[in-house]
T-cell receptor, first 112, second 115 residues
Framework: DAKTTQPTSMDCAEGRAANLPCNHS???????VYWYRQIHSQGPQYIIH???NNETNEMASLIITEDRKSSTLILPHATLRDTAVYYC?????????????FGAGTILRVKS | ETGVTQSPTHLIKTRGQQVTLRCSSQ?????VSWYQQALGQGPQFIFQ???????GRGNFPPRFSGLQFPNYSSELNVNALELDDSALYLC??????????????FGPGTRLLVL
């Protein structure tokens, strides 16, 4: 079962920042927060992950609260191509048969 | 550096038939995971292969089986196909280490339709 809670859908204006929240109140100390997105009928695309500190890469920023019970994925300047389902996943550090447990995700619609 | 590739892209089978799906892992990756994604749902973990051995399995019946080859490519085999097996089948590769996170990178998927 997914250990995260995300809003079902969100809208964002093109060119504005998209802030996607995720609750993971039962996260353990050795669990990472991962974000993937899936554009219609394609394979999930890795975006970013983090453990405790905020992270930034060329695609997005990940803000994790100090208590680690929630996080926010930020797409700084959303474009129409960012319309997708965004999945927030918590995953432990290496364990045998490590797997990703996907929930329903958030449908982000970027509108012009 | 090549990414994860899967073949075929689309496939149509009939109930009771058998199917083999193929996956080539990303360069330098030694672990392959397979997922099934039914329409409108998130991907569900089928199993994972690490160094040619099954390294974990989800809640799928034994008619779902797999192989990993010395070059780390992998096959997913499904016997006695059922209508509910119609789905997008996703392969993800990663580089496993003894400790630390390992990011899985997905291929484009194979769309299977069972009639």
């Amino acid at each position: 079962d997914a250990k995260t809670t995300q809003p079902t859908s969100m809208d964002c204006a093109e060119g504005r920042a998209a802030n996607l929240p995720c609750n993971h109140s039962t996260i353990s100390g050795n669990e990472y927060v991962y974000w993937y997105r899936q554009i219609h009928s394609q394979g999930p695309q890795y975006i970013i992950h983090g453990l405790k500190n905020n992270e930034t890469n060329e695609m997005a920023s990940l803000i994790i609260t100090e208590d680690r019970k929630s996080s926010t994925l930020i797409l700084p300047h959303a474009t129409l191509r960012d319309t997708a389902v965004y999945y927030c996943i918590v995953r432990p550090t290496y364990v045998r048969g490590n797997k990703l447990v996907f929930g329903a995700g958030t449908i982000l619609r970027v509108k012009s | 550096e090549t990414g994860v590739t899967q073949s075929p892209t689309h496939l149509i089978k009939t109930r009771g038939q058998q199917v083999t799906l193929r996956c080539s892992s990303q360069s330098g990756h030694n672990t392959v995971s397979w997922y099934q994604q039914a329409l409108g749902q998130g991907p569900q973990f089928i199993f994972q292969y690490y160094r040619e051995e099954e390294n974990g399995r989800g809640n799928f019946p034994p008619r779902f089986s797999g192989l990993q080859f010395p070059n780390y490519s992998s096959e997913l085999n499904v016997n006695a196909l059922e209508l509910d097996d119609s789905a997008l089948y996703l392969c993800a590769s990663s580089q496993s280490v003894l400790a630390g996170s390992e990011t899985q990178y997905f291929g484009p998927g194979t769309r299977l339709l069972v009639l």
